[in-house]
């Protein structure tokens, strides 16, 4: 269980997070949504421990991430695993090296148990055979994929994926959910994911939480926010424009 | 409860001041990114292929340019001194002279500001990218610490290359003003060499050499926290290659006069 209370983030006098109150149950995929600009990937860094919050506390598996330095803090991080917006793999590896880096750093697996893992985690992302390929000889979707691979291949109890759709296709972005989905059902990890593939993420989700000018306005089940009366929430999942003042 | 705003005559002095404390904030930030890293070095386990992959980075491919800079310095050298000893009878002297100026300032100084045009500026760039890629967050987040990762073996390989280049420049300088006093005007090799041997001692080529080991660590240092700390995308890459290459040469000329005057 993740649970975040009274969380603020102030960036040079501006406040990004109001007091952000979330639980994540133990097994389940909870997607953020809010619009760009609103926080979500902010929160997302705190989550993973690369922003120290100003006020409010992170607990996972009951303990409080905020205070967390060190060795501690890394003790904390080997559960997890990370997809970042861009994918983060290293340009200078391949695809197969980067799959087994956090096996060759992290573990002392013997060198046949590490690759037959990453053979593993390349099949079932759909990428056996392209193992030696370097990230930038792939496409974005392929390394998207890659990237998820990477961060489930030391079968972490939470994962992370900030914005893992962004710039695909239609087609791609549900090939991604489809995958993560699976790999969820698999493995029965924990997964908290930023997004605002509307209406993608409800096929998705088991909860959703909409993040708006610092805060959860609203968070439930995918029928509760597709049927929400919060006006923020409606306007969003509708993708109306703002009012513009006459 | 806000302040109330200062009298404009006092802006200034709040600016300065301002100005001031962003400076040692900025000096502290580079000391404990040095603190950090040199508590990385020490702290096992010790990642010997990265500190090797580093000496290849930062030494072994700086080689051919430090070869060919070492090789011009000394002919250079060779030309100016024999013409200049020439005048007054004291040609004999031609080995020594080349010898001192490349061992004690020219090889050590050169060589350095040599590998930060060619390394320094790479790894810079090369750990600037790996910033806004979010490379090193996934580092982070993988429990593995950048410092001990990136920075820790950049700055040993420092400590091992830039003397073995100093030593290949000086030698290469060397045989440069050999080519040009013994070849081209005729000395005698024996007078070249033999008054080196008379002229040079240990103490000449120690002070190059702890010349050559403290800027292996300056230019590792500069270049790696100023990759580090890279922000706003390309123009940030680009603006941190520049400022390390910058700041690297300044504190090589800087620190070369310091530890002159401190050395013997």
Redesign the interface.
């Known amino acids: 269980m993740i649970r975040v209370e009274g969380l603020r983030k102030s960036f040079h006098g501006q406040a990004v997070l109001r007091g952000v109150d979330l639980e994540v149950p133990t097994g389940s995929i909870t997607v953020i949504i809010g619009r760009s600009g609103g926080g979500k990937s902010v929160f997302l860094k705190h989550l993973i421990g690369l922003l120290r919050p100003d006020s409010g506390r992170i607990e996972v598996g009951g303990v409080d991430l905020a205070v967390l330095r060190g060795r501690a803090l890394d003790e904390v991080r080997r559960r997890y695993g990370v997809v970042f917006q861009g994918g983060a793999l290293f340009d200078s590896m391949s695809c197969r090296e980067n799959v087994a880096f956090p096996l060759r750093e992290k573990t002392r697996l013997a060198r046949a148990e590490i690759a037959a893992r990453v053979d593993t985690s390349l099949e079932r992302v759909g990428l056996a055979g392209i193992g030696d390929k370097y990230p930038e000889e792939v496409s974005g979707g392929m390394r998207k994929r890659v990237a998820i691979a990477r961060a489930l291949v030391t079968e972490p109890e939470i994962v992370f994926f900030d914005e893992p759709t962004t710039g695909l296709d239609p087609v791609l972005v549900n090939t991604i959910h489809r995958l993560i989905q699976e790999l969820h059902r698999r493995s029965r990890f924990t997964a908290v994911m930023v997004s605002h593939e509307i209406p993608e993420v409800f096929e998705l989700a088991d909860r959703i939480g909409m993040l708006h000018e610092g805060r959860i306005v609203e968070i439930g089940p995918p029928d509760a926010i597709q049927h929400s009366q919060n006006p923020v929430v409606r306007q969003f999942i509708r993708g109306e424009p703002d009012s513009e003042p006459h | 409860m806000t302040e109330p705003p200062l009298a404009p005559a006092l802006r200034p002095i709040e600016g300065l001041g301002r100005w001031t404390l962003q400076i040692v904030n900025s000096l502290g930030r580079f000391g404990a990114f040095l603190g950090q890293a040199i508590g990385a070095i020490f702290t096992p386990p010790f990642k010997l292929w990265a500190l090797l992959g580093r000496i290849n980075y930062i030494g072994f491919r700086s080689l051919l340019i430090i070869l060919l800079t070492g090789a011009f310095t000394g002919m250079v050298l060779g030309l100016q001194l024999y013409l200049t000893l020439t005048r007054f009878g004291s040609d004999a002297f031609l080995g020594p002279a080349v010898a001192l100026s490349l061992i004690r300032e020219l090889g050590p100084v050169l060589a350095a500001l040599m590998v930060t045009g060619r390394a320094g500026s790479a790894l810079t760039a090369e750990i600037g990218?790996?910033r806004i890629?979010?490379?090193i967050?996934?580092l982070?987040?993988?429990?593995?610490s950048p410092m001990r990762y990136l920075v820790a073996p950049s700055i040993v390989a420092g400590l091992i290359s830039f003397p073995m280049m100093t030593a290949m420049f000086d030698v290469v300088g060397i045989f440069g003003g050999y080519l040009v006093g013994v070849e081209l005007f005729g000395l005698s090799a024996g007078t070249y060499f033999g008054e080196m041997q008379t002229f040079v001692d240990m103490r000449d080529i120690m002070t190059g050499f702890w010349k050559s080991v403290c800027f292996g660590v300056i230019v590792t240092w500069v270049c790696t926290y100023k990759g580090f700390h890279v922000s706003r995308g390309a123009e940030g890459v680009a603006a941190a290659t520049t400022q390390a290459v910058v700041l690297s040469s300044v504190l090589i000329l800087v620190w070369d006069y310091f530890l002159g005057t401190v050395l013997p």
């Open positions: 990218i790996m890629t979010e490379q967050d996934a982070t987040v993988m429990a593995i």
